[in-house]
């Protein structure tokens, strides 16, 4: 067995019919399995599971919505990927760029910046 990290982008659909913006997130989910296509199958499975509504009660921005799952952005194999991840391991990672150097320290204390992440 091996492990992944599957990149999975959640969105917020609005009950109202009018889907001004695209709200969205991308959690990253650990998974174990014996190749990337069952990685692949198993982490579209567990994304699933945190689609819908709250029964209900699920609004963003004070507007009745729905979590639905979009698609898996990407699926990367651990470092040292046949041991069970601990302390220290590198799960995934992200590469990002911005346009200057003002730019990316703001990024580096947090700040708000256009990045493009690749």
Same mark, same amino acid.
């Given at each position: 067995?091996?492990?992944?990290?599957?990149?999975?982008?959640?969105? /917020?659909?609005? !009950?109202?019919?009018?889907?001004? !913006?695209?709200?969205?997130?991308?959690n990253i989910i650990l998974i174990e399995a014996t190749s %990337?296509?069952?990685?692949?199958?198993?982490?579209?499975?567990?994304a699933k599971e945190d689609e819908g509504d709250s029964r209900g009660s699920f609004?963003?921005?004070g507007r009745p919505a729905i979590r639905l799952f979009a698609g898996l952005r990407r699926l990367v194999s651990c /470092?040292?990927?046949e041991e069970r991840p601990n302390h220290g391991t590198e799960l995934?990672? %992200?590469?990002?760029? /911005?346009?200057?150097?003002?730019?990316f320290e !703001?990024? /580096?204390?947090?700040?708000?910046v256009m990045v493009l992440y690749e």
């Open positions: 067995m091996a492990w992944y990290t599957a990149h999975a982008i959640m969105y /917020v659909k609005f !009950k109202d019919g009018n889907q001004d !913006k695209y709200p969205f997130w991308e %990337s296509d069952e990685a692949f199958e198993k982490a579209e499975q567990r609004t963003h921005e /470092v040292d990927a995934t990672y %992200s590469e990002m760029e /911005v346009t200057s150097k003002a730019d !703001k990024l /580096v204390n947090g700040e708000s």
